[in-house]
């Protein structure tokens, strides 16, 4: 599946980038997370992750489809 | 209406806009950017935005507000990009008919703001380095939901 990733706060200091398109054979939001984490070493579990999938908030159970625009979003410390 | 805002944030404007004829109770917060945080001092601060998620939460919050507490306007504006010392890094304005709604609605929308919106904070130190925070306390994982 064709992904596009969007990366904020310290995972776009980790990534290098703010987004990257990516080809991952799975359509589980956990696992896709799993592998960008081992290519950018992502200190974060996907468990403090809140997943955002084209523009919205979703669970991490909703399967993922071809095109997506995925974020992992950190926790947040705007105020 | 909730907005992010690249440039400094004119409070006086914005409680302007809260004015109207029934509203017998204007509050407002300013929430800025001080010198030091958890034991280090502060030299300045940048935030960074998810803009298209930021401003959609930052509008059901808005909504949610006032639906549960009887006011007549909200307004909620956030910086992004680099802040100094004393700048508004937040503004949450708020008109009611009485204060204790107007007062429960601002509380309300500056704690959902902090907790939900996509917004992140980089501190830089006197020392030289500089940190993302990312709070134990905020929403993560599975939880969607404060919908």
């Known amino acids: 599946m064709n992904y596009h990733i969007l990366y904020f706060a310290s995972l776009r200091d980790a990534a290098g980038c703010d987004s990257e398109s990516c080809v991952i054979d799975s359509t589980n939001a956990r696992e896709v997370y799993a592998q960008l984490r081992q290519r950018h070493g992502f200190s974060f579990e996907s468990q403090r992750l809140r997943l955002a999938v084209n523009g919205e908030f979703t669970t991490w159970d909703r399967p993922l489809a071809e095109a997506d625009e995925i974020a992992f979003l950190p926790p947040v410390s705007g105020g | 209406m909730f907005g992010l805002s690249e440039v400094r944030i004119d409070v006086d404007c914005l409680a302007r806009e809260l004015a109207h004829a029934s509203a017998g109770a204007c509050v407002t917060f300013d929430g800025r950017v001080r010198d030091h945080n958890d034991g280090r ?6 935030y960074q935005a998810y803009p298209d998620l930021a401003l959609t ?9 006032r639906r549960r507490f009887d006011i007549i306007h909200a307004r909620c504006l956030h910086r992004v990009g680099t802040l100094e010392i004393g700048d508004v890094a937040v503004w949450v304005g708020v008109s009611a008919a009485h204060r204790d709604a107007a007062f429960a609605a601002c509380r309300y929308i500056i704690d959902e703001v902090k907790s939900r919106v996509p917004i992140w ?7 030289g380095d500089s940190g993302w925070l990312h709070p134990d ?3 993560v994982g599975d ?3 404060i919908m």
Do not use: C, F, Q
Request: net charge negative; hydrophobic share 30%.
């Open chain 2, 137 to 139: 306390s905020t929403s």
């Open chain 2, 57 to 65: 939460e930052g509008e059901k919050i808005l909504d949610e507000a």
């Open chain 2, 121 to 127: 904070k980089n501190e830089r130190y006197v020392s």
């Open chain 2, 143 to 145: 939880d969607p939901g």
């Open chain 2, 41 to 46: 001092a502060v030299h300045g601060l940048a």
